[in-house]
């Protein structure tokens, strides 16, 4: 697993070359944001070991496999970390893929995994998991959250945004890298949260795959940019 330190308290953790999970300290150890495919956790653990990263809590973006995909593995190896997710999602990692009112009415896609442990927590925007704050940025999923580290700026994004290739809304991402944008359930709300993301003004962004980009303004905006012409020329050519 390749490591790369972000900041003083965030560090990036990716295996296969792909996917990314990230540490971040607090005061009294270190939460895990996602747990990337099964099989992942002992890879995770070994390297929370090598970075003395005693791990705490465990949040989640998104119940995709390739995010949440340890998250039973890990809680088991991990007896006394709390587990913390969003609401809305939590009904996807139960089994249960139906539309709630005032969502747009298009089916789900992606590999969801099944989560047997329980949370001790289930997260709504604006909640608070030590130096994280929730943020709800649907449209990859219908209840993803990104968070954002009031301790050194950076915004952990989930699938909002990915960048191989650059920076790009994650519908709107390179062909050779489709996996994200494949299973993005809504464009339209994934665009909306893209704004959303960008008026934050983090101080970098870091994504589930691809490369951090720091500093981050330039790399946002060019990236909603290219999307919001993407779907300017779509929309005139329907």
Not at 21 to 33: A, H, M, N, Q, R
Not at 140 to 158: K, R, S, V
Not at 187 to 216: E, M, N, Q
Request: aromatic letters at 6%; one cysteine or more.
């Amino acid at each position: 697993m390749q490591t790369r330190r972000l900041s003083s308290s965030t560090w990036m953790l990716t295996h296969f070359k792909a996917v990314n999970v990230y540490l971040v300290s607090e005061p009294d150890g270190y939460t895990l944001i996602d747990t990337g495919m099964p099989g992942a956790g002992k890879s995770i653990l070994y390297t929370a070991t090598i970075l003395q990263a005693t791990i705490r809590r465990i949040v989640l973006t998104h119940s995709h496999a390739d995010h949440a995909g340890s998250v039973d593995a890990l809680a088991a190896a991990l007896p006394g970390a709390t587990l913390h997710w969003g609401k809305r999602e939590a009904s996807l990692m139960a089994g249960d893929l139906s539309l709630e009112p005032g969502e747009a009415q298009v089916r789900i896609p992606g590999n969801f995994v099944a989560v047997k442990s329980a949370p001790a927590q289930l997260l709504s925007e604006g909640d608070r998991v030590g130096s994280l704050e929730a943020i709800a940025v649907p449209g990859h999923t219908p209840g993803q959250l990104a968070f954002l580290n009031h301790e050194d700026g950076t915004l952990i994004a989930g699938d909002a945004f990915t960048s191989f290739g650059g920076l790009r809304v994650v519908h709107d991402g390179p062909w050779y890298f489709p996996f994200a944008k494949w299973p993005t359930w809504h464009p339209p709300t994934a665009l909306a949260s893209a704004r959303k993301l960008v008026a934050l003004r983090p101080t970098r962004i870091a994504v589930g795959h691809g490369p951090a980009c720091d500093p981050a303004e330039r790399s946002l905006t060019a990236a909603l940019e290219h999307a919001e012409h993407r779907s300017l020329v779509a929309r005139h050519a329907a």
